[in-house]
């Protein structure tokens, strides 16, 4: 039976998932992860899946943030029996189980293809442009670029008005070349111009090759080169430390937003951080903070001495001293 592991958070778009059949798929931020998940609070190597028999079992491999099946938090290395249709959380990130006979859509690439469109939708909902960028670094048409935002597409390049990328260059062909995304770089291949094409001073032929980010590509007399910023963005993700997160920090699970976040509770403080004490006052003393609709109302101690029993003590004092001055007129005579 094979596994598929739906992600129900990663911004606008389809859901994304991935299809896998392996003996173990270990769940993380690390490149050589079979579900790579690009967020700060996922560890490098956060959780495994491992297969025995017709069942999925699911470990936490010490993880900065815990491994959550619904609600409850896996302890490190105990391996828990996942169903198919349940939600486990890895760090802030929700992802659905599911096991089930279906075609292998997974791999080294599809990972890797996962990773960078949840940082290209994350990116996207910033308000930021994710998508590779062509630019003319060099000739008669230095400044033009295309942004690639479709990764089903090939772009054309030439001199041709219906160019995606259309050259002023006279040595440049009307139709040149065509790109398109893969992953984290981009194929270019020669149309069948006469001049050619040079990547790195290396001709290109008819088929496709991969242009890497760095090198660059002779269309003509110009010379072009990209960027692409959620490929930057995943690898410093990759770089960075885990985040440890915050009581509060993990979101609601989906399909079920009234539930609390599983995170741990921590146990109440008898004091908040503002309520200072007092000068001479000391910590023992102070009272018992009460929370009643998010405010904290101050109750007394347990033993401590309020406004009313001030006022029935300096009563009875009172009392007692008439008795005394009655009892000395009487026999002090």
């Not at 699911?58 to 490190?76: C, F, H, I, K």
């Not at 990773?115 to 994350?122: F, K, Q, S």
């Not at 690639?148 to 040149?176: C, F, N, Q, W």
């Not at 023992?284 to 998010?294: A, C, K, T």
Request: aromatic share 4%; net charge negative.
């Amino acid at each position: 039976m094979a596994v598929t592991i739906v992600v129900r958070a990663g911004g606008e778009g389809s859901p994304l998932s991935l299809t896998l059949d392996a003996p173990r798929l270990v769940i993380g931020r690390g490149e050589g992860c079979e579900v790579r998940l690009p967020d700060p609070s996922v560890s490098h190597r956060h959780a495994s899946l491992r297969q025995r028999g017709g069942e999925y079992l699911l470990v936490d491999e010490g993880s900065t943030n815990g491994t959550y099946l619904g609600p409850v938090r896996l302890p490190p290395q105990t391996p828990r029996a996942v169903r198919s249709g349940e939600l486990l959380r890895v760090g802030r990130i929700w992802l659905e189980v599911r096991i089930e006979a279906a075609i292998v859509k997974g791999g080294g690439s599809a990972a890797k293809e996962l990773a960078l469109e949840l940082v290209t939708r994350g990116l996207a909902a910033q308000g930021e442009e994710p998508w590779p960028r062509v630019t003319v670094l060099e000739g008669p048409d230095e400044g033009r670029s295309v942004t690639l935002r479709d990764a089903a597409r090939r772009y054309v390049i030439g001199r041709s008005k219906e160019a995606d990328l259309p050259m002023e260059d006279a040595a440049t062909a009307r139709r040149h070349v065509e790109i398109g995304r893969k992953g984290d770089a981009l194929v270019v291949v020669d149309l069948g111009s006469t001049t050619g094409a040079l990547l790195d001073g290396q001709p290109l032929g008819v088929r496709e090759t991969v242009w890497r980010a760095g090198q660059e590509l002779t269309v003509g007399q110009n010379v072009l080169g990209f960027e692409n910023p959620a490929a930057l963005a995943l690898a410093e993700l990759e770089r960075s430390p885990d985040e440890q997160m915050r009581p509060g920090d993990a979101p609601a699970q989906p399909g079920s937003a009234s539930d609390p976040p599983a995170e741990e509770t921590p146990a109440p403080d008898a004091t908040s951080a503002d309520e200072t004490p007092p000068p001479g006052l000391a910590d023992d003393e102070l009272s018992v903070p009460i929370r009643r609709g998010g405010a904290a109302v101050k109750a007394p101690r347990e033993g401590s001495w309020g406004a009313v029993d001030g006022a029935v003590g300096a009563l009875a004092l009172a009392v007692m001293a008439l008795s005394l001055a009655a009892a000395w007129w009487l026999f002090g005579r």
